[in-house]
């Protein structure tokens, strides 16, 4: 089962909006990584957020964590149709020795129309 | 720049052929992960590496799917035989050197797939 799941599964807004994505997990994490994939091509790591961190900031876009509600949001400010693409959560954990697990969610789907 | 690179890019089989994919990690990088992505799983880890030396293979199914590193710049996961089920986008991710305790929280880096079709 998935550790992370998006919400929503699509977004789609005018460029200029802001356009936020949630994730919700489900065990206890390391780090949370917001990952951007646009089609047909790999993925591109865009934010860590460890969980001792609260908000965090990268440009346009902004990430919040709460662990208490073992949830994530991801906020991207003035959106533009560049940033149309797929968007991940991941999260990690590590028990020690050779014990760790990257999951990722399956993803928001943003498309900004011009 | 420097950039994680997958060959090949496209691959169309018959169900029963052996499937092998390749990796060539960012210089440097001495982490390297393989993903698949399908529609209905997304993104899964099958396997990851440190150091040239296999630390976790447990999302692979074993019967079929081998991964390996002969060498820092190379690694390969090879689908022997393969079945319509495997039919995925594979990725391979490289890490950067990173410190003993913390490596896992370094950013990987995503070559762009090889797109796999068993037919």
């Known amino acids: 089962s998935q550790q992370g799941e998006e919400d929503p599964q699509a977004l789609s807004i005018q460029e200029g909006e802001n356009a936020t994505m949630n994730c919700s997990y489900k065990t206890s994490i390391n780090n949370l990584q917001w990952y951007r994939q646009n089609s047909g091509r790999g993925l591109v790591h865009l934010i860590l957020i460890r969980s001792n961190e609260r908000e965090k900031h990268s440009g346009r876009l902004r990430v919040t964590l709460d662990t208490s509600k073992k949830s994530s949001s991801l906020l991207i400010t003035a959106s533009r149709a560049a940033d149309t693409a797929s968007y991940f959560c991941?999260?990690?954990?590590?028990?020690?020795?050779?014990?760790?697990?990257?999951?990722f969610g399956k993803g928001t789907l943003l498309t900004v129309n011009p | 720049d420097a950039r994680v690179t997958q060959t090949p890019r496209h691959k169309v089989t018959e169900m029963g052929q052996e499937v092998t994919m390749r990796c060539q990690p960012i210089?440097?990088?001495?982490?390297v992960f393989w993903y698949r992505q399908t529609m209905m799983q997304g993104l899964e880890l099958l396997a990851y590496?440190?150091?040239?030396?296999?630390?976790?293979d447990s999302g692979m199914p074993k019967d079929r799917f081998s991964a390996e590193m002969p060498d820092a710049t190379l690694a390969t996961l090879k689908i022997q035989p393969s079945e319509p089920r495997d039919s995925a986008v594979y990725f391979c991710a490289s890490g950067p050197r990173g410190s003993g305790v913390i490596w896992y929280q370094e950013t990987q880096y995503f070559g762009p797939g090889t797109r796999l079709l068993v037919l």
């Open positions: 991941a999260t990690d954990s590590y028990s020690g020795g050779s014990n760790y697990k990257l999951t």
């Open positions: 590496f440190r150091n040239r030396a296999p630390l976790d």
């Open positions: 210089l440097g990088h001495n982490t």
